[in-house]
Structure formats: C-alpha cells, structure tokens
C-alpha cells in the first residue's frame, strides 16, 4: 500500500520527526479503545481449525451460517472467530471500545466504515478500519457476554527463600491449556512508524518499548504498545508491530493460567501432533512466559503467561534490536519467524548494503541484528 493510500484519520496534521517516542503524538487520539476482543481468522475447512483450536485450550461458545466462535474461560463471547471462505487467511483484529460513542468518533477515520451490526455471534455494533500496511482492524461495543468458566486454581510456589506449601503436595491434571483471554498481536509490517502513529492516533494505544535498529539511525524495527487506560495497570502490549518486507500476522498470543499450564498444555499440544514453533521461553520486553504452535494453515498462536502490568507512570524504552532484545531465556528464535531472515531473501539482503536499495540495506540489518 502507497503513503498516499494510508489510512489516517480527517484533518490530520504530520507528527513531528525528531525522534520515534514523540513520532505519532502530535495530537490527541481520536478515541481509546479498553482492551482486545478477538482475532478473525478465514478457513476453508473448520473441522482441523476446531480440533486444533480445542486441544490449544479453546471451547466452542457458538456456530452460525458464517463460521465457528471459541471462547477462553473469561467473560468475553469469543476470543477467536473462524469464518467459511476458499483461501486461509488472517482476518484481522478487533479491539473493544469504551463506548458507543467512540464508534462515532473513529467513522471520521478516512476509509473507516459507518457503524454497523457485527454479523458475529454475540451481536454487538462495530467499526472497520484498515492500518497503513493493511491490517484490518475492527472496534466493537455491545458483545454480550458470558458466564466465565471455572478453572483450576494456580498452583503455589516454594521458592529458595520463600516456602509456602508444606504438608500440601500438589499435582496437575494431564489435559490442553486453560486459556483465559486473548493477550496480544504481533504484527509484521514495512513501516513501524507509521504503523505505530496509526494504532495511537486513531485508537489512543501508547508506547511501553520500541526496538531500534543501530544506536545512530535509531530507526524503529519494534513498537510494543497498549491501551491508555490511565493509572490502572494494564499488560505491556496489547499489540507489537516488527519491521518486515509486507504486513502479516506474526504470532496471536492467548494467556493461560500459569507456567505449568504452558508446558503441560505444550506436552498435550505435541501429543495430537500439532506443529510447534517456538519456545517455552521469557520474552525480554514484557516479560512473559511463552510456548508458540502454529495451526492447521499456518498462522501461529502462543500461550503466554506471567507478563509486565504498565499503567500511565512508566515511559517507554529505547532497546537495541538483537536476538537477546526478545528472549531473556529460551530455545533459538526460529529462522523463518520475520520475513527479513527468509534465506530466500538473502542475495537480496546482501545485495543492498552494496547498492542504493535502502529496504534491502534495512532488511540486511535486521537479519544481522538477530544472527
């Protein structure tokens, strides 16, 4: 998508260039959206998606004539909506709003639709809007919800200098993961940015990290951002954008109970011979527990546990990008997960530090940066 077919919202005046933190703030968002609902995803078969889906730690919450919805144990209708359609695809991320009254304000978002029903289970109204590197992205209000589900209670930990449990031996049940919600998006996209000012102009998300490439260019190749909810504690990032040569899902992550819910839902999850990806391991920026598989078609979903909580008193991070800026711990960051370290990409890559290509040299960089 060229710069002139970015979405961006009415009226809007260019923010300031001196550096990525106020990149994207020169003005007050248009509305804030309160956390994430769902993610769509389009299948043409939705038997392997349910197998997959429920052995990942989902439950089925409701079917009609467009598809399947799977729900965590929270109160939230769905977490993952699959859709009939020829060709599998990711089919965007939808954000909840505060209230209906910022469904009004973002139909002023250049390209924005009106406000319309949902045409998903659980009703509700809804926006569409799309990024500038195509992402679609969807703000509800008025998804019924449902009674949460009972699950386990987490386990207690002795530590060296911190026994709790005694005469209390305790054992977890063999079985999938206990999803609870759905935590994060990584998104790949060609211009960090801008896709970052996007995600703060129109829906309020602020920044808590951002990657950069070398310490003199200070280009940005990671934005970590969340929701604006004030001083109440929120997670550290409700999305993540990852520099890449096109927009595509890198990783949807869903948070299960604790870590033992990972590894035990990891070790069910190997059993039905689904495919993993990566992990377990500690994400460096926010901090979570994490064990990533990827589905019937590809796209890859993460159980996630034990993340950073930031509320309005933290100011983000500047972090050079390596393979140490993702992981504090863990197996190898795989050699596929970002499009800059396809190998087919590789003459390319190389190419560019010796011309004029200035993505080639970029991408070049960042495959360097996490060797």
């Given at each position: 998508?060229?710069?002139?077919?970015?979405?961006?919202?009415?009226?809007?005046?260019?923010?300031?260039?001196?550096?990525?933190?106020?990149?994207?703030?020169?003005?007050?968002?248009?509305?804030?959206?309160?956390?994430?609902?769902?993610?769509?995803?389009?299948?043409?078969?939705?038997?392997?998606?349910?197998?997959?889906?429920?052995?990942?730690?989902?439950?089925?919450?409701?079917?009609?004539?467009?598809?399947?919805?799977?729900?965590?144990?929270?109160?939230?209708?769905?977490?993952?909506?699959?859709?009939?359609?020829?060709?599998?695809?990711?089919?965007?991320?939808?954000?909840?709003?505060?209230?209906?009254?910022?469904?009004?304000?973002?139909?002023?978002?250049?390209?924005?639709?009106?406000?319309?029903?949902?045409?998903?289970?659980?009703?509700?109204?809804?926006?569409?809007?799309?990024?500038?590197?195509?992402?679609?992205?969807?703000?509800?209000?008025?998804?019924?919800?449902?009674?949460?589900?009972?699950?386990?209670?987490?386990?207690?930990?002795?530590?060296?200098?911190?026994?709790?449990?005694?005469?209390?031996?305790?054992?977890?049940?063999?079985?999938?993961?206990?999803?609870?919600?759905?935590?994060?998006?990584?998104?790949?996209?060609?211009?960090?940015?801008?896709?970052?000012?996007?995600?703060?102009?129109?829906?309020?998300?602020?920044?808590?990290?951002?990657?950069?490439?070398?310490?003199?260019?200070?280009?940005?190749?990671?934005?970590?951002?969340?929701?604006?909810?004030?001083?109440?504690?929120?997670?550290?990032?409700?999305?993540?954008?990852?520099?890449?040569?096109?927009?595509?899902?890198?990783?949807?992550?869903?948070?299960?109970?604790?870590?033992?819910?990972?590894?035990?839902?990891?070790?069910?999850?190997?059993?039905?011979?689904?495919?993993?990806?990566?992990?377990?391991?500690?994400?460096?920026?926010?901090?979570?527990?994490?064990?990533?598989?990827?589905?019937?078609?590809?796209?890859?979903?993460?159980?996630?546990?034990?993340?950073?909580?930031?509320?309005?008193?933290?100011?983000?991070?500047?972090?050079?990008?390596?393979?140490?800026a993702l992981q504090q711990w863990g197996r190898p960051l795989p050699p596929d997960f970002f499009d800059a370290q396809l190998?087919?990409?590789?003459?390319?890559?190389?190419?560019?530090?010796?011309?004029?290509?200035?993505?080639?040299?970029?991408?070049?960089?960042?495959?360097?940066?996490?060797?």
């Amino acid at each position: 998508m060229s710069s002139s077919d970015s979405v961006t919202p009415a009226n809007a005046t260019p923010p300031p260039t001196e550096d990525i933190f106020t990149r994207g703030r020169a003005r007050a968002p248009l509305t804030r959206v309160i956390g994430l609902s769902h993610i769509t995803l389009e299948r043409p078969q939705l038997d392997d998606m349910r197998h997959f889906l429920v052995d990942f730690g989902l439950r089925r919450s409701a079917q009609d004539r467009h598809g399947d919805y799977y729900r965590g144990s929270s109160a939230a209708h769905h977490l993952v909506a699959v859709r009939r359609a020829p060709t599998p695809r990711f089919a965007g991320v939808t954000f909840t709003a505060a209230a209906r009254a910022d469904l009004d304000v973002l139909t002023r978002v250049s390209g924005a639709s009106a406000i319309e029903p949902t045409d998903e289970a659980g009703g509700g109204e809804r926006v569409r809007l799309r990024s500038p590197s195509g992402l679609e992205v969807h703000v509800v209000h008025g998804v019924r919800e449902l009674t949460p589900l009972q699950t386990r209670a987490a386990l207690s930990t002795n530590r060296a200098r911190q026994r709790q449990r005694v005469n209390s031996p305790q054992r977890r049940e063999r079985g999938h993961a206990q999803v609870e919600r759905l935590a994060a998006v990584a998104w790949q996209t060609p211009d960090v940015e801008q896709e970052t000012g996007w995600f703060m102009q129109t829906l309020g998300l602020i920044a808590s990290d951002y990657l950069v490439l070398g310490d003199r260019s200070k280009q940005a190749m990671g934005a970590f951002l969340r929701v604006d909810l004030g001083r109440t504690a929120v997670d550290h990032h409700a999305i993540a954008l990852f520099g890449g040569p096109r927009g595509r899902l890198l990783s949807a992550s869903f948070e299960v109970l604790d870590f033992d819910d990972i590894a035990v839902g990891g070790e069910h999850l190997y059993a039905t011979g689904a495919k993993h990806v990566w992990g377990p391991g500690r994400h460096e920026a926010g901090s979570a527990l994490f064990d990533y598989w990827r589905d019937p078609h590809g796209d890859v979903l993460g159980h996630v546990s034990d993340g950073d909580l930031f509320n309005a008193e933290i100011v983000p991070r500047e972090v050079r990008l390596s393979r140490s800026a993702l992981q504090q711990w863990g197996r190898p960051l795989p050699p596929d997960f970002f499009d800059a370290q396809l190998a087919n990409g590789t003459l390319r890559q190389l190419g560019g530090l010796l011309t004029n290509d200035t993505a080639a040299r970029k991408w070049a960089r960042f495959a360097r940066a996490l060797r």
